[in-house]
């Protein structure tokens, strides 16, 4: 019992060490459009973060504190159900090595300092599979547990775009043993299935059903970063060991039963997620639990050996956390990030292992004060940018009070100002030059972080919009 004090001890001060994180990292744009969303009260496809927002930032302001003050919360949530749900499977010792496991994932780690729709799904991924469990264990068929389930499921509709993940690992952990397929023609199931479908109607989710296509080698490197190179070997190695022999039936195949759908979805639409968002990478909370298990029941090594190996993993694991988290240490090393470029369509998906990933969470502080400067020599032109992320980051930067447009929102006769951060731009985009009498390169910068370079900005004026002859 004391080692659970020391736990949940160190779950305090691992809050409170992820709060002081939040302001040393500037929004991503994901992130910064659902700030916007939540201040000028706008829609948005994430309708649940946006209100979470809305509320944080009525509270602790509009910085990158207020915009993701739930993200250590629901972290915090989510280890605290995983240990009540992994003690009432198991033990408390397997409960508190999931715990930790789950807490040294880089992907946790991540989620926990952003606000992206991975941080809410693995939340409630945790809260489902409680709830869940509880439902089983009473006879009642409409016991409260049914619908706090199904409340999970709806709410994994409306923040991630899958929207399939969280119902199908319900579905499978209800199926896997034979004593409880029985279940899915229940009460309670009808319930997590009609809330579901009504989440799925009311966001669009249906939209997940469109799958991208299907991306192996890039996702098998993006699980590698998610979840660290030793704790993948192991989730490999007690794949093969557990599911050719089903060692875990009734209850205890839950964690298993949620795992192996979500992780397949996962490979479908994880290659699709924008930094710093780990989206289906929820997989890996009842994954820790599986590996947590095993690690404690496995009797082909000696306890020290059992030890070793774990210790080796887990610091592993925690070291590739921080570097993951402090999303700028290879330049604060000195060392330039030299593999991203310009990427064919076909090879989009790369994006998520060659970006750089500074690009996305450093220097828009400065982007923002150098565009204020630009907007200062025009006052009355109109901000156009290269693409809505940038745009969103500006616009939540920015000291001044503007909002960027589209071309078909600009009249005759107006000026506008075109900002890309695209460094073989010499000139504005073709559909612009065609629609304006004149251009001409207004500014040119590079914006700088810890002495190396995040990006270039260049800000052409136009002027003199005439419309398309109709």
């Known amino acids: 019992m004391r080692r659970q004090r020391f736990l949940f001890i160190g779950l305090g001060l691992l809050t409170l060490w ?38 944080s930032t009525a509270m602790f302001g509009a910085g990158e504190f207020g ?37 040294v994932l880089p992907a946790f780690n991540l989620a926990a300092v952003s606000l992206t729709p991975g941080t809410a799904l693995f939340a409630l991924t945790a809260a489902a599979m409680l709830c869940l469990r509880l439902a089983l264990l009473h006879a ?19 923040v991630a775009p899958p929207g399939m993940a969280l119902f199908a690992g319900v579905i ?40 991208p296509a299907l991306a192996l080698a890039p996702n098998l490197f993006r699980w590698i970063m998610l979840a660290s190179p030793m704790l993948i070997t192991l989730l490999v190695l007690v794949g093969r060991l557990i599911v050719p022999n089903a060692a875990l039936v009734g209850m205890r195949a839950m964690p298993l039963g949620f795992t192996l ?25 009842p994954a820790a639990i599986v590996l947590a298990h095993q690690g404690a029941v496995f009797g082909a090594l000696q306890s020290e050996q059992k030890i070793s190996l774990r210790t080796i993993a887990i610091v592993c694991a925690a070291l590739q956390s921080v570097f993951l988290m402090q999303s700028d240490l290879l330049r604060t090393l000195g060392v330039p990030w030299r593999f991203s470029g310009k990427l064919p369509p076909q090879a989009e998906w790369s994006r ?85 009498a004149s251009w001409e390169l207004l500014s040119v910068a590079r914006v700088m972080h810890a002495g190396n370079e995040v990006r ?13 002859e109709s």
């Open 140 to 158: 009642h068929p409409l016991h409260w547990a049914w619908f706090a389930t199904g409340g999970c499921v709806a709410g994994s509709v409306m």
């Open 18 to 55: 992820r709060w002081a994180l939040l302001p040393t990292l500037e929004l991503s744009p994901d992130e910064a459009s659902l700030a916007l969303a939540a201040r000028d009260g706008t829609s948005s496809q994430t309708p649940l973060l946006v209100a979470m927002i809305r509320m």
């Open 352 to 436: 998520f292992f060659i970006a750089d990933p500074s690009s996305a969470m450093r220097g828009w502080r400065e982007s923002a004060r150098l565009f204020d400067a630009a907007l200062e020599k025009a006052p009355e032109a109109l901000a156009i940018a290269s693409n809505a992320q940038m745009a969103s980051e500006l616009a939540f930067y920015s000291q001044r009070d503007f909002r960027f447009v589209s071309l078909s929102e600009v009249k005759k006769g107006q000026n506008a100002l075109f900002i890309t951060y695209d460094p073989a731009a010499v000139k504005p985009p073709p559909e612009m030059q065609a629609r304006f």
């Open 172 to 211: 499978a952990a209800l199926a896997w043993p034979n004593r409880l397929r029985h279940h899915l023609q229940s009460p309670g199931f009808i319930v997590i299935a009609m809330l579901w479908g009504i989440a799925m109607v009311l966001n669009q989710g249906w939209r997940a059903f469109e799958m």
């Open 261 to 285: 759908p979500m992780a397949a979805l996962d490979l479908l639409y994880g290659p699709w997620d924008r930094w710093p968002d780990t989206g289906g990478a929820a997989w890996l909370l």
């Open 456 to 468: 270039w900005l260049k800000i052409f004026s136009c002027h003199d919009f005439h419309p398309p």
């Open 67 to 103: 915009v993701r003050f739930f993200a250590p919360v629901m972290a915090l949530l989510a280890s605290l159900a995983v240990w009540r749900f992994t003690r009432g499977l198991f033990d408390p010792m397997i409960a508190g090595w999931a715990v930790v496991v789950l807490n």
